[in-house]
């Protein structure tokens, strides 16, 4: 299969691009599309065959469940059974980066939910995504477009990396704004619970809903996820990656950098730009300022793909401190790192 990649420009959206690449969506192909997060890899989401075409292009577990993107409030009529009061009250955070889980309806195939009876759906802002879910005229169920475990993809060319081949199409829009993942929050219960935590933070929720909590899971690494997904590894470069978190890390960056290279290994770091000075000797990628963690968030992912283009064995990594957005980007530092995280 030869890979074609439409380029769009998200402020003069090309509507024929767009029709093309709905055509493929609508005869249950496979389409890479952007959003605000990551790069989604997307299929009809009420066509169980083409869904299941995305567990098989990816190598990802049947057993976790997909996300239905919609680009209208309305489209929820036909998806779930119930819209509750707590629900509507995060309403107004869509369109944008959060997943919120609802009883599912009849309509949605078992592949997008792995047999479960609820269904996690999203509102994206991107400009793009909505377009391409209103030209299909259906929800669209879409991962992000990468080979399972590795790191997800946030621009056109890492998709093509992992999809060359494997998919018919690729819309390329640039960039994508946030850099990582949605925050998934389970409505289905008693209590809100946050599944996988994102750019909108537990302390950002908890001032709409005072009962939001954290999966046990998100504060205690030895409990088992409620979220299937969060089981599986994820994120991970080829390189291995070590994460270090404390007083003066760049100092012990350095140090052990040293090390490694003395043992004949290709160190990577990654870091903060106020430090970038220590670090001439060695391939290094700046991770913004520490003082605005919204950079760290939107190169994380596309870092850790360029330190393996780079060809290091070994990336060593600056973590930050589990707070607000913090809390997320350590959730996929931690899960590409294997848990080798340090504290100094």
Known sequence: MKTEILKID??????????????????GQLV?????????????????????????????????????????ISMLDNLVEEITDKHRKLFELWPGPMTLI?????????????????????????QIARALITEADTPIAAPSANISGRPSPTNA?????????????????????????STVIDLSGDEPIILRPGFYTYEFLKDIL?????DDSLVDSSK????????????????????????????????EAEKYKSDGKKVGILAFEED????????????????????????????????????????????????HLGKSIMNRMKKAAANDVNFI
């Open 32 to 72: 890479a599309f952007p959003t605000e997060t990551v790069y989604g890899l997307g299929a009809d989401g009420i066509n169980d065959e083409a869904c299941r075409k995305i567990f098989k292009a990816k190598g990802r577990p049947s057993d976790n469940p997909l996300i239905l993107h919609i680009s209208h």
């Open 224 to 255: 088992i996820p409620k979220s299937p997904g969060q089981k599986y590894k994820h994120y991970a470069p080829k390189a291995k990656l070590r994460v270090f978190i404390g007083e003066d890390v760049p100092t012990h960056l350095l140090s």
């Open 276 to 323: 970038k000075e220590k670090f001439n000797s060695y391939p290094y990628i700046s991770l913004g300022s520490r003082k605005d963690l919204s950079t760290m968030s939107h190169v994380l992912f596309s870092s850790l793909r360029e330190m393996d283009r780079l060809g290091v064995d070994l990336i060593l990594a600056e973590g930050v401190k589990e707070k």
């Open 157 to 181: 060319s890492d998709v093509y990396q992992d999809m060359d081949g494997i998919i018919p199409v690729i819309i390329d829009g640039g960039e994508s704004n946030i850099g990582i993942e």
């Open 210 to 214: 005072s009962d939001m909590r954290l």
């Open 102 to 126: 609802f009883k599912k309806s009849k309509s949605i195939p078992d592949a997008v939910t792995a047999g479960g009876d609820t269904v996690a759906i999203r509102f994206p802002s991107d």
């Open 10 to 27: 998200r402020e003069n959206i090309d509507t024929d691009a767009i029709k093309k690449a709905a055509n493929f969506i609508k005869s």
